[in-house]
Each structure stands twice: as C-alpha cells, then as structure tokens.
C-alpha cells in the first residue's frame, strides 16, 4: 500500500494515524520531495475524475485569479498545474497493488476499504 500526499497536511496525518493505530503497512510518497508523474494523475483521474484530484477546496487552487482557474479545463492544463503545484492535489491518495482505491480521508470509508 502507499499513500501519497504531503507531511504537513492534517488530512494525511488522520491517515496515516488510523493506517497505524490499524497496523496496517503503508509506504508514503510525498509530493513534495518525489513529485508526481503525468501517468499516476491519468490514473487516478480515470478512477476518481480530474475535478476530484484537483482540490478546488485547497488554498493553492483558492489563490489562483478566476482566469487561472478556467484555465484548468481539460486533463492536460490540469496535469501541468498538479504537477508544478502539488499541494493542489487532494489527499491523501491511497492504492494497493497500483490501484488507486481511496482519495482523501473518511475514517468510514477506510474502514469498509481496508480494515481486516
């Protein structure tokens, strides 16, 4: 298992603090230091869509002008900006044998995925 995200981010801690509370083995990828390729964003975007990877809840996307924003409006503009901006990747990201099976943290739905 390998959960991505950011070390200062709250919603990661909540992971990796259930994921370890549960004794369960993951692996963290952070952004920040190894970044993101084109491919794994393709990926997630297929399984998740491109407007949920890209946390428009987030300060990063909030500070963009409105005509930055627009401007994200295909896969393409969006891969760019997650990958020069990857705190405006919604978090954490967690996949099992390369698939990508949860974004963000909801102890609920953690439980149903990936508690024993």
Not at 22 to 27: D, G, M, P, T
């Given at each position: 298992?390998?959960?991505?995200?950011?070390?200062?981010?709250?919603?990661?801690?909540?992971?990796?603090?259930?994921?370890?509370?549960?004794?369960?083995?993951?692996?963290?990828?952070?952004?920040?230091?190894?970044?993101?390729?084109n491919?794994?964003?393709?990926?997630?975007?297929?399984?998740?869509?491109?407007?949920?990877?890209?946390?428009?809840?987030?300060?990063?996307?909030?500070?963009?002008?409105?005509?930055?924003?627009?401007?994200?409006?295909?896969?393409?503009?969006?891969?760019?900006?997650?990958?020069?901006?990857?705190?405006?990747?919604?978090?954490?990201?967690?996949e099992?044998?390369?698939?990508?099976?949860?974004?963000?943290?909801?102890e609920?739905?953690?439980?149903?995925?990936?508690?024993?």
């Open positions: 298992m390998i959960l991505y995200g950011i070390p200062n981010c709250n919603t990661v801690k909540k992971a990796q603090d259930w994921l370890k509370e549960k004794n369960i083995a993951f692996e963290f990828h952070d952004f920040k230091k190894k970044g993101i390729t491919e794994k964003l393709k990926i997630w975007f297929k399984t998740f869509g491109a407007e949920t990877v890209l946390n428009k809840k987030g300060l990063t996307y909030k500070k963009l002008s409105k005509e930055e924003q627009s401007a994200l409006n295909n896969e393409n503009a969006i891969i760019a900006y997650l990958k020069q901006n990857t705190s405006a990747i919604k978090r954490p990201v967690v099992i044998n390369n698939e990508p099976v949860l974004i963000g943290f909801d609920n739905t953690y439980t149903a995925k990936l508690a024993k």
